[in-house]
């Protein structure tokens, strides 16, 4: 059980997909104009990542070194269409918030090196956990990006959230001050790198605190 | 060694058949339903541009294609009552900040605007996203308008001479979508007799 505990561990913190690895930063800054739209770019990536870990990890005998990158291509992106076309007929609301974004999933080579690092040498549980926290992981910072950009651009919280999550969840929509009030810059492409950075330097802060070696691993070669 | 190679290619061959046939299940499968969101889509879109209590047949089925000044192809909703033409509904595009802008016209019979609607665009948030009615009531200032209130030459943003409001840091939006609507109006006058035939 260790395992997966670290596993779970190395997805949502120590090795999270946006803040340790720095991969997908493509859908990252493109889509963290509010903390609902990262929330559901987020959750979309999850589940391509869970699903297509869980497809690569058990079709992982019949594929050979050799062609295993495009192999890996076709699989995600047979899942992204799978959930464009599943979102676009029966979460059409949904759809058209994110519709444009869904496609992007191709592009975003977490899904890829999670599928290259992991997927391809571990069996099929452990790799539908690390798929999935990793997912999640995506989704926690890119919500969080999403916040800070939102809060200081527009002067609310996780508007439109109900249109995502169902009306449900309409207290969940906050005005923290007046419209119009915003710095706007916070929502356009350099806050987004702000906000990146800022969250970056926390983590870093919080890692030297708790005597934690800053990981200095490999950097992703792609930067989509 | 080439047997090997061979052995690559048949493998990634038989993964791309598989997931080719995954995804046909898929797109024969949702199909349907996808099409029926689309009809919906449009049907919304034509409710806030052309009022309910104007015709009593159904547009989205009402509809004609005519070819548009850059050659395009427009398609045109039609909404009668009984059996008269009362409002005609079409896409227009214009150039905005950000990419291309589309909106929605409807117009009745006389040429005069009932209702304007952005459909889609890429303008900056907090800035040109106010011709999105959800944001700002701004494009509404256009309904019961034609090409001769105003005259042709005020048909440009204030900045360009005419009387159209722009608004604070965004000129550019603005300027496309008034070109856009100018553009509708103009080719409504030039489609008169096409658009108002009733077949």
Redesign the interface.
Same mark, same amino acid.
């Given at each position: 059980m260790a395992k997966y505990g670290t596993i779970v561990r190395d997805g949502l913190w120590d090795n999270n997909g946006v803040l340790a690895q720095m991969l997908g930063m493509c859908p990252t800054m493109a889509m963290t *104009?509010s903390a609902t739209n990262g929330l559901g770019m987020g959750l979309a990536t999850a589940f391509v990542m869970a699903t297509s870990n869980l497809l690569i990890a058990a $079709?992982r005998g019949? =594929?050979?070194r050799?062609?295993r990158i495009?192999?890996f291509i076709? =699989?995600i992106a047979?899942m992204v *269409?799978?959930v464009d076309? *599943?979102m676009?007929?029966?979460m059409?609301d949904l759809y058209?918030v994110l519709g444009l974004f869904i496609p992007l999933i191709v592009s975003n080579c977490l899904p890829l090196g999670r599928a290259e690092v992991f997927a391809a040498k571990e069996p099929v549980l452990p790799s539908f956990v690390d798929g999935l926290s990793m997912g999640i992981g995506f989704t926690l910072a890119l919500t969080t990006i999403g916040a800070m950009r939102e809060i200081v651009?527009?002067g609310t919280l996780f508007a439109d959230a109900s249109l995502l999550l169902g009306s449900a969840f309409k207290f969940m929509e906050l005005r923290v001050f007046a419209a119009d009030k915003?710095v706007?810059m916070a929502? $356009?492409p350099p806050g987004g790198f702000l906000a990146m950075g800022l969250l970056l330097a926390c983590k870093r802060i919080i890692d030297v605190r708790s005597g934690k070696a800053i990981p200095t691993g490999p950097v992703g070669h792609c930067v989509a | 060694m080439k047997q090997r190679t061979i052995?690559?290619g048949v493998?990634?061959a038989s #993964?791309?058949l598989g #997931?080719g046939i995954?995804?046909a299940a898929?797109?024969d499968f949702?199909a349907e /339903?996808?099409s029926l969101?689309q009809v /919906?889509?449009l049907q919304n879109s034509l409710t806030q541009v052309i009022p309910p209590g104007l015709h009593d047949n159904s547009p989205v089925k009402d509809a004609i294609t005519l070819k548009g000044d850059d050659g395009k192809d427009v398609v045109v909703y039609r909404a009668t009552k009984a059996g008269k033409l009362t409002g005609v509904a079409y896409e227009v595009r214009g150039q905005g900040y950000g990419g291309e802008i589309r909106l929605i016209m409807g117009l009745d019979a006389d040429g005069k605007i009932l209702g304007v609607r952005a459909l889609q665009h890429k303008e900056?948030?907090?800035?040109g996203d106010k011709i999105d009615v959800a944001k700002s009531d701004w494009i509404t200032r256009f309904t019961g308008l034609g090409l001769g209130s105003p005259p042709k030459d005020a048909w440009r943003v204030k900045k360009d001479g005419g009387q159209f409001d722009q608004f604070s840091g965004a000129t550019i939006t603005p300027r496309g979508v008034v070109a856009a609507i100018r553009g509708g109006l103009e080719f409504f006058a030039a489609h008169k007799a096409e658009l108002l035939e009733v077949r």
């Open positions: *104009t $079709l019949f =594929i050979t050799e062609v495009p192999v076709l =699989i047979s *269409t799978v076309l *599943t676009n007929a029966w059409h058209k651009g527009s915003g706007l929502v $356009l | 052995i690559h493998v990634l #993964f791309c #997931f995954l995804l898929t797109k949702t /339903e996808i969101r /919906e889509d900056t948030p907090g800035l």
